[in-house]
């Protein structure tokens, strides 16, 4: 039994850590915000790394945290 929940409490750990740690990302396989007027309507009244976040958030069901966010529009931006 005790070994039991001691594999079932590694498991869900094991599982949580893969779930939490993300690869690296590639600014390309996001929204280009870059032409868009930051807080305009066409940016849906929100800054660059919002907007970017709600777009990944409707179409990957993936919310980005606002520092990664704000990394892949400055990776655009430099491309750009």
Known sequence: MVRTCRTLVVLVFVGSAVL????PVDAGQYVDVTALRQF???CN?????GYLRWMSFREQGVWLSMAEASRIVQEQMRAR
Do not use: Q
């Open 20 to 23: 939490l740690t993300a690869p």
């Open 40 to 42: 305009s309507r066409e």
């Open 45 to 49: 009244y929100m800054s660059h790394a």
